[in-house]
Structure formats: C-alpha cells, structure tokens
C-alpha cells in the first residue's frame, strides 16, 4: 500500500487507544482460507495477544455459523448477494485472492504438459469426454502421447465455494454446460463422476486413481505437489496457475478499476490471467453483540492488509488492489455495538503497528 493510501485511510477512522489484550476469536467456513488465516495469524501473534481460531469446513457452513453468530467470522469463496447481506446483517469483504487449478493423475504426463481449454473440461465433467485419448483432448496437446486410459472425473460431494467458481468457469466456457448444470455451490454431477467430501478427499482420492482428474484450490495443489494441467485463457494463451496469473485477472477486472468486489474473477481476459481465478472473503455481523471481539477480529484483517503482505505472499494467494483495501476500510467503520455506537478500533493504530 502506497504512503498516500494509507493516510488517506487513516482519515476515514477517528483516532482511539490501541488496545492488545488477550482475546480468543474464532471463525470458520472455506477450506481453501484455512493456509491464509493461519498464516496471517501465526504473523499477527507477534503483535497482538490474539489467539485466532478458525475450523475448515465450507463455505456454506461459514456463512451458517457466523448468521447463528456461533463464530466471530465466517469465511466463504463467493461475494455474498445483496440480499444475504441484508437479511443477515452481514458485511462481506474480500482478503486475498487465489485460483481453482484442475489437476491430474495421468502416468507418464507430469505437471504443465496437458492443456486443456474451459470446453474440454466442461465435456470432460459432464461425461462426454470419457477416454484420454479422445481425439478432441488429443487434438490440443499435439505431440504428447496420451494413454487409452478411462477418465475418473473426482467432485466435490459437499457444497463449496470451490465448486461455484469452477462450475461458474464452466458455465462461461460451455453453454451445454450451463443449462445442463449451471453454477452452484453444489451440482448434480453427471453419473459416473466419483463425489468425495472435502479437498482432502478429492486430493486423497486423485492420488489412489491412475487416469482421475479434479479440480482443487491453488495451494492444495501446491502444498501436496499435484500435477496440474494448463488452460486456454481468454486470450488464447494456454497458462499455468501463478500468483501472476491470479493478480493479470484481478487487474483486468472491475475488482482494480471500480474497486467493485463483488464481480467473480473468472475467465477474465488478460494474456497471463488465469481462467479460474477466485477470491476468499470473510463475513462479519454488522452489530456486534461481543464488540471486544469484533474489534479484535477488525483489527487482524486491518492488519493483514496494512503489513501482511508477507504473509499473504508466502501463500498461494496475492494481496488486494489498494482501492479494494480502501473500500474496505470504510466499510468496516459502519460496524457497530447493539446500542449503536461504532465500535472503538482505530485504522491509524494499525499503521503504526510494525
């Protein structure tokens, strides 16, 4: 963040003691934040006696707990609607942003070497596509050998935001596959897809089957050194999945140019930009009746987007466009207690913070 950026931040939030008392909040929802919130909190405990607790599930179940006010914050892949935010007091905003990567188990084709296109995949999950060998896969990969092996296509058998932006990629590519299927936190996959629960069970079970393909977050990926295979972006550049990529689709959205977060970052255009890019957004109440901890829970996020640039990066996920940050900023100002007072927490205390 700019210096100029950050005074001007400053000055939307009126100057307050800091206070770093020791303080449990918890929070829950997408697997795929699990890396970022740990990180980001294992940074933060060198500055703040918080203790941040956050359980995995999904990012429906995030948004559950955190409207039944069971955690502090709830945590989901998908921008809530305008009307979710309503009915449930809710303030939604971006914390990094990611991407979902399909990856393989094909023997004798490492990582990089197979390239699909969003058409491609659409056949391939819905079963049109059943054999590596079929000649529309064959056709894009010119030159590499692929086994007559059978496709074991592994989904998501719960409902997750993973699955609403890959099937919302999907729907972009294919329309047979949006009015076959659409895009949802959860589908009704075509038969003879293998649902597993989980992006643990999708990882486990890639790696028991020779010829599965599934799709995971990035840092699944990553983490666990599965093979992936490129994609045709809308430029016609086959790419693979980078943080570069991830920020060329952000940067050529209405996310940098409006500061307008609520747009899915899917299939945008950009000659580097990765087609399934995606962001992870947290959920707060808008009134507070455990203001100590709403505070604290402003103050972590406040703080991973003023200083934890590195711990952002030392993830597989990439930091915010300023103006984002700075819409941001204002919004979490309109958090208040149950009698209606702001809550006490100051945007300059965090700028000093070091």
């Not at 359980?55 to 892949?77: E, I, M, N, W, Y």
């Not at 058998?157 to 936190?185: I, M, Q, R, V």
């Amino acid at each position: 963040m700019s210096f100029k950026n950050k005074i001007l931040f400053a000055a939307i939030v009126a100057v307050s003691p800091a206070t770093y008392a020791q303080t449990q909040v918890s929070g829950a929802g997408s697997s795929a934040a699990e890396i970022l919130y740990a990180s980001m909190a294992a940074s933060y405990s060198k500055y703040a006696q918080v203790n941040v607790k956050y359980q995995p599930s999904s990012s429906t179940d995030g948004l559950q707990q955190v409207k039944a006010r069971k955690v502090d914050f709830g945590a989901t892949d998908v921008a809530l609607s305008a009307d979710e935010r309503k009915s449930g007091k809710l303030l939604c905003f971006p914390t990094a942003v990611s991407g979902i990567v399909p990856i393989i188990n094909l023997p004798g084709v490492t990582s990089g070497q197979l390239k699909l296109t969003g058409e491609l995949l659409a056949d391939i999950f819905s079963r049109k596509i059943t054999k590596w060998n079929d000649p529309k896969v064959q056709a894009v990969n010119a030159g590499l050998t692929l086994p007559a092996l059978p496709i074991t296509v592994v989904t998501r058998l719960d409902s997750s935001g993973t699955t609403f932006n890959f099937t919302d990629y999907l729907s972009k590519s294919s329309p047979e596959w949006k009015a076959a299927y659409g895009s949802n936190y959860s589908v009704t996959w075509a038969a003879g897809t293998t649902p597993v629960k989980g992006s643990a069970g999708v990882v486990a079970a890639l790696r028991q089957t020779a010829g599965a393909i599934a799709y995971v977050d990035y840092q699944y990926a990553s983490k666990n050194k599965l093979n992936f295979a490129l994609l045709k972006n809308r430029d016609g550049k086959f790419v693979a999945p980078s943080g570069a990529g991830f920020s060329s689709a952000m940067n050529n959205s209405g996310w940098a140019t409006k500061g307008a977060y609520e747009e899915m970052l899917t299939d945008k255009p950009g000659a580097a930009s990765w087609p399934i890019t995606a962001s992870t957004f947290a959920i707060v109440p808008l009134v507070s009746g455990t203001p100590d901890n709403a505070v604290a829970v402003i103050k972590f996020f406040t703080w991973g987007f003023v200083h934890g640039d590195a711990a952002v990066g030392g993830t597989a996920f990439v930091r915010l466009p300023d103006n984002v940050q700075g819409r941001i900023f204002g919004e979490l100002t309109t958090i208040t207690d149950t009698a209606g007072a702001p809550l006490k927490w100051s945007l300059a205390d965090m700028l000093k913070m070091r």
